[in-house]
């Protein structure tokens, strides 16, 4: 079983950065790691995703260009760095895990563990 848990999250304006950290604990493996979000009265949607070795990485359309996906295997940390921040970019963001080391994509049902979530909210 894995444990994530999000932290980073806040309110900033158009234009700004954020950096969110999600730190696994428990029976951590060699797992595709991803970010996902979902705002109100919408669907939860894969923003990015990570390979356990980092040799590939997933973006959103949406996203591409602005945020960059991490991790350190040695801390069991991912992060998500955001630039750039528009208000569509607001929602809740849930960090997850998949059991297998290569990601399949932004998929919902390919992963496997998420965490509580954390809210960001930018404002014009």
Same mark, same amino acid.
Do not use: H
């Given at each position: ?5 999000? +932290? ?13 950290? @999600? ?18 009265? *919408? ?5 990015? @995703?990570?390979?356990? +070795? ?9 996203? *591409? ?9 040695? *801390? ?9 921040? *528009? ?38």
């Amino acid at each position: 079983q894995v444990q994530l848990v999000e +932290s980073g999250g806040g309110s900033v304006q158009v234009e700004g950065s954020l950096r969110l950290s @999600c730190s696994a604990s428990g029976v951590v493996g060699r797992q595709c790691m991803g970010w996902f979000r979902q705002a109100p009265g *919408k669907e939860r949607e894969g923003v990015s @995703c990570i390979n356990w +070795s980092t040799s590939n990485t997933f973006y959103a359309d949406s996203v *591409k260009g602005r945020f960059t996906i991490s991790r350190d295997n040695a *801390k069991n940390t991912v992060y998500l760095q955001m630039n750039s921040l *528009k208000p569509e970019d607001t929602a809740m963001y849930y960090c997850a895990a998949a059991n297998r080391a290569y990601c399949l994509g932004l998929f919902v049902e390919d992963f496997d563990y998420w965490g509580q979530g954390t809210q960001v909210t930018v404002s014009s």
